[in-house]
């Protein structure tokens, strides 16, 4: 890799051994990847997946101190993944315990941390930082340094932003050094599409479902996807990208993929079309057998296959604010058809918190509390990392969730149907 | 006993047992509970890869294709080398991912851990290898297993 002199000057040593550090890790893993050079990072805003003060992770924030006793804080303001803690989600006496006395007891000098690094604020914990009540938006061809993969994803594809599936740590330090090193994502040959992918689905498909069918056929591909366009309409309009913020993650979750082409829809498919796929792109056609083969062979993970649901988690990705009211729509006029007044399982609904401000503006905030929805800023995959959730029914609409812990995947209308139903509640 | 030869990400020599997940590596959804609740052989906690599940990771060749899965994947590598709990080597059969270069190189600037990492071992690496064979990491990449 060629360095500029001051990079190279950097890297031995002229701002200190700790900042040596950080640009021989940014060398070595441009160089891991045949980068030729740094580019600055463009965006204004950095994004960062390391939310929560695990102490099992210890070693990262000991590493932090070292950053910042070195001097070293991010180059521009960030936002972050969501906390792990909320007190309006349920626990039990023994979670609370396990959660705030054995696991998230780093949580609070995490964040001191986190505000002298440089987060945009206390509000700003969420996965979906680039929402518009949120605020960091990036815009088109902005290089980002940025981890989480829903994000990252979303970056790329739905916005035409340029960041690679950076790693937590590492999308602090390219921050520090206010570069990144070229390969990948960040380049034109990288953006181009291995996989074309049809969708010949009768019906539109579950979003969640058909990005985790395509993450596991690809990988870490980039797929070029035909067919989906009829179903979310000819423009990125907030629907459309609620169902691609939805798909982005279940596709980087349950495969690697950093970015997509959607026909039509996205900017570069576009602005490029057939262009961008590779010569020699292999074809994954999807119907709606292929989707359900897939939903059949995801692993019950429950002690009891048969256990009645004790807790429902949807918003992983946080919802949007045209979601929550969506939801809203449908849990009214399921309730009002089965004649019931409540959800019969506790769900909990997740949103960044200027989403949920925005929301307690409209009718819809109380709507879904006399439901008995709660509103959370929570990120459920922390709530429910650890053993005691093992022993939980939960289910969820979320492929990411279903991923990484115990939770049980159901599409949407499945989920909305168990949490209507009479004999539910335990 | 059978050679391949690799591309050396992280420079290192070591002799371990083979542990192989032909699928995708999720290197949270296989860390995440070990690191937790401190499992002192760190055995594979990712439900859905079935190769690996429940199997002990420390101090085994991991044989894999590429890891998959959250942006969190370099920094539990990272964790699990500060601790001490990291495999004996990375064995790729495809080019490496960015989490796990992100992984290997934090665990190799910032730990005082080994960890070799070779990828580019071919296809033939990972269809040949099985758990439980012995796996020799040399420091120009030549990886021999047996």
Not at chain 1, 119 to 130: A, G, L, W
Not at chain 1, 242 to 255: I, M, Q
Not at chain 2, 41 to 68: E, F, H, W
Request: hydrophobic residues 40%; proline residues 5%; contains cysteine.
């Amino acid at each position: 890799m060629i360095l500029t002199p001051e990079q190279q000057a950097l890297l031995d040593g002229a701002k200190g051994e700790t900042m040596a550090k950080v640009v021989k890790t940014l060398v070595m893993y441009g160089e891991a990847f045949g980068a030729k050079r740094m580019v600055p990072v463009t965006g204004k805003y950095g994004h960062t997946v390391i939310s929560f003060g695990l102490k099992a992770i210890r070693p990262v924030y000991e590493l932090y101190d070292q950053l910042l006793d070195a001097g070293l804080v991010s180059g521009q303001k960030f936002t972050a993944d969501p906390k792990p803690l909320d007190p309006k989600v349920p626990s039990s006496l023994l979670e609370d315990l396990v959660f705030k006395k054995i696991m998230y007891t780093d949580q609070k000098p995490y964040e001191a941390q986190l505000r002298k690094l440089g987060i945009t604020n206390d509000d700003d914990y969420t996965c979906t930082c680039y929402l518009d009540q949120v605020g960091n938006k990036p815009q088109p061809g902005d290089v980002l340094s940025w981890a989480e993969s829903s994000a990252v994803v979303y970056a790329n594809s739905v916005l035409g932003a340029r960041c690679n599936r950076n790693s937590g740590i590492i999308e602090l330090m390219g921050s520090i050094a206010g570069f990144v090193p070229e390969f990948g994502l960040l380049t034109d040959e990288g953006r181009k599409a291995d996989w074309i992918v049809e969708v010949r689905c009768e019906k539109r498909p579950e979003a969640q479902l058909l990005g985790s069918a395509i993450g596991m056929k690809v990988m870490e591909g980039v797929p070029y996807v035909k067919g989906l366009d009829r179903f979310l309409g000819g423009e990125l309009d907030e629907k459309a990208c609620a169902y691609l913020k939805d798909f982005g993650a279940a596709a980087a979750s349950n495969g690697a993929v950093g970015l997509y082409h959607i026909e039509n829809l996205t900017p570069e498919a576009c602005a490029q079309g057939e262009a961008l796929i590779r010569e020699d792109a292999q074809t994954y056609v999807i119907d709606d057998a292929e989707l359900a083969r897939v939903q059949r062979e995801y692993p019950v993970v429950w002690k009891n296959p048969d256990a009645k649901p004790q807790l429902c988690f949807i918003g992983c990705p946080h919802l949007t604010m045209s979601q929550l009211i969506d939801w809203s729509d449908r849990i009214e006029a399921a309730l009002r058809a089965k004649g019931l007044s409540e959800l019969t399982v506790p769900t909990v609904f997740t949103a960044s918190t200027p989403v949920l401000r925005e929301l307690e503006k409209t009718i819809y905030a109380s709507k879904l509390r006399s439901y008995g929805v709660i509103l959370s800023y929570i990120c459920p995959l922390m709530y429910m990392n650890n053993p005691l959730c093992k022993k939980k029914a939960v289910i969820t609409c979320s492929n990411k969730l279903r991923t990484y812990t115990s939770a049980r995947y159901y599409t949407e209308a499945e989920i909305l149907d168990i949490i209507t139903t009479k004999e539910a509640r335990t | 006993m059978k050679q391949f030869q690799g591309r050396v990400i992280v420079p290192g020599t070591c002799t371990a047992e083979a542990l192989v997940s032909r699928g995708g590596f999720n290197t949270l959804a296989s860390f995440q509970m070990a690191l937790m609740f401190g499992d002192k052989a760190v055995k594979c906690g990712d439900q859905n890869n079935p190769d690996i599940y429940k199997k002990p990771m420390l101090g085994k060749a991991l044989c894999l294709p590429m890891t998959i899965g959250s942006t969190t994947g370099g920094m539990v590598l990272y964790t699990a080398c500060a601790m001490g709990k990291q495999p004996a080597c990375l064995l790729f059969s495809m080019p490496i991912d960015s989490l796990a270069a992100s992984g290997a190189i934090l665990g190799d600037v910032w730990t005082e851990a080994s960890m070799p990492v070779v990828d580019q071992l071919g296809e033939d690496f990972l269809n040949y290898v099985q758990t439980g064979m012995t796996v020799t990491v040399r420091e120009n990449g030549v990886v021999e297993v047996e």
